[in-house]
């Protein structure tokens, strides 16, 4: 392995080519939905305009050599055949889904070079796992170029779009016959086993399943026994269609492996636990928890939280884990109730919906961070001020906002009029808007649309 500054995946060509492998993988962002796919729960997340594009070339060659090179960190790096199987055969000795990350001294946590590597040993492994030997690189040189318009930290599953990109080329270039589920997974694995983050498989199926012009709702009650989900498409009615969807960067970058995203993971598994223990049940997940009568006839939040800090009483923390448990039990039903929102136009209920989950992100989850919240107030008070001239749109001209993604500082999700959309882009450009007034920082929005999974396909070479 070896990396080197610069964009130059073939200092010396060895060969040529008449065509070469072309893909967009799509960012994401979640409309509703957060910190539920790990538990058991539901999520509707819709694939970006944004994202990555990766050139592939196959090139002669007498050894398998990689060259990927990224303009993102103008960086190139370089792997061998041999290389890759040795990872490959490692991961397959301990189990790929067992064993604690990987251990690459040469990178830091969260390098790009790591989800490029994981990627390659982890689809070799799948791939003898199923007792194919050859794969696409083991007897040319492969040339990959990565070009991402996806902005960093913002939340916006760069990482997963990095690895669904290479994983569907390779797909693609050795006919292997993986299907979406397998790749998502590996995916996933390469978060868990590469970068240290335990992360659920949303991102990973809302980047290479998504459809255009339509959110991408998954259920994730039989996944922690069957790792099996359920992917269903929602098309928004009518009433929605003035609306752009919008995404405020709030330039706090978030880093998950190095966040508090694993101990929330770890709080619910513990808070399962003890539910479990105290009502006698054997449920696999907190969603399916949520799922029982008892848990879905309780009246109010307040309650809630109230029910199952009593059955964890006497447990270490209990009303942290009752915080985390019922934020992830609730939000379930957040995502129903946008899913009927959109599907009858209702524009109220999904605004009641998005910022309810803000808020239990916030107080329950504990996964926001101040600049977010500043975010969401700062787009209020613009879209209240923008809306003195718009006064028909005083109601339902923002929609939202709220908290998307893993958390701790990346970027709000809302749907904004379209017709103060240039307004809005303007007054956030200028230093005077509130956000940057209150935190020093000037925020990146990006006015988006649900857009179509990762696709391929061959390009002549001019």
Request: glycine letters at 8%; charged letters at 20%.
């Amino acid at each position: 392995m070896k990396i080197t500054p610069g964009v130059h995946p073939l200092p010396n060509d060895p060969g040529s080519t008449l065509q070469k492998l072309v893909s967009f993988t799509p960012g994401r962002v979640n409309l509703i939905g957060e910190h539920t796919d790990y538990n058991g729960g539901m999520v509707m997340p819709a694939a970006l305009d944004l994202g990555l594009r990766c050139e592939t070339k196959l090139l002669n060659s007498t050894e398998g050599i990689i060259f990927c090179a990224t303009r993102t960190a103008n960086e190139t790096l370089e792997l061998s055949t041999a290389e890759i199987t040795q990872w490959a055969s490692n991961l397959l000795s301990t189990g790929l889904e067992k064993g604690d990350p990987v251990a690459l001294p040469e990178l830091r946590m969260g390098h790009w070079a790591r989800y490029v590597i994981g990627s390659f040993a982890l689809f070799e492994a799948a791939l003898l796992t199923r007792q194919i030997n050859r794969t696409p690189w083991s007897e040319k040189t492969l040339s990959l170029i990565l070009d991402s318009t996806l902005p960093q930290g913002a939340g916006l599953s760069s990482s997963a779009a990095l690895c669904i990109s290479l994983l569907g080329q390779l797909n693609f270039l050795s006919g292997a016959p993986l299907d979406a589920a397998t790749l998502a997974r590996l995916a996933m694995l390469v978060e868990h086993r590469f970068a240290g983050t335990r992360c659920g498989l949303m991102d990973q199926l809302a980047v290479l399943c998504s459809r255009p012009d339509h959110y991408t709702r998954v259920d994730f009650l039989e996944f922690p026994v069957a790792r099996s989900f359920h992917i269903s498409y929602a098309k928004a009615h009518e009433e929605f269609h003035n609306h752009a969807l919008v995404i405020f960067k709030t330039g706090v970058s978030h880093s998950l492996a190095e966040s508090a995203y694993n101990e929330r993971r770890a709080s619910c598994e513990s808070a399962l636990k003890g539910i479990n223990e105290a009502l006698g049940l054997g449920a696999h997940s907190l969603g399916e928890l949520a799922r029982l009568p008892r848990f879905k006839e309780v009246a109010t939040e307040d309650e809630f939280l109230k029910n199952i800090e009593t059955l964890l009483a006497g447990k270490k923390d209990h009303k942290i884990l009752a915080r985390r448990a019922t934020h992830a039990m609730l939000e379930n039903a957040r995502v129903l109730a946008a899913t009927k929102a959109l599907s009858t136009g209702d524009l109220q209920m999904l605004n009641q919906a998005m910022r309810a989950s803000h808020k239990s992100l916030d107080a329950l989850y504990e996964v926001t961070c101040p600049e977010l919240n500043v975010a969401c107030e700062a787009m209020e008070t613009v879209v209240r001020d923008l809306c003195r001239a718009h006064p028909s749109l005083a109601l339902t001209g923002l929609i939202g906002p709220r908290m998307t993604g893993g958390g701790f500082g990346g970027s709000t999700v809302q749907l904004v009029h379209r017709n103060l959309c240039d307004a809005l882009l303007e007054r956030f450009a200028d230093k005077n808007n509130p956000y940057t007034q209150a935190t020093g920082i000037l925020p990146d929005i990006f006015v988006t649309r649900p857009s179509a999974g990762f696709s391929a396909g061959l390009e002549t070479i001019e």
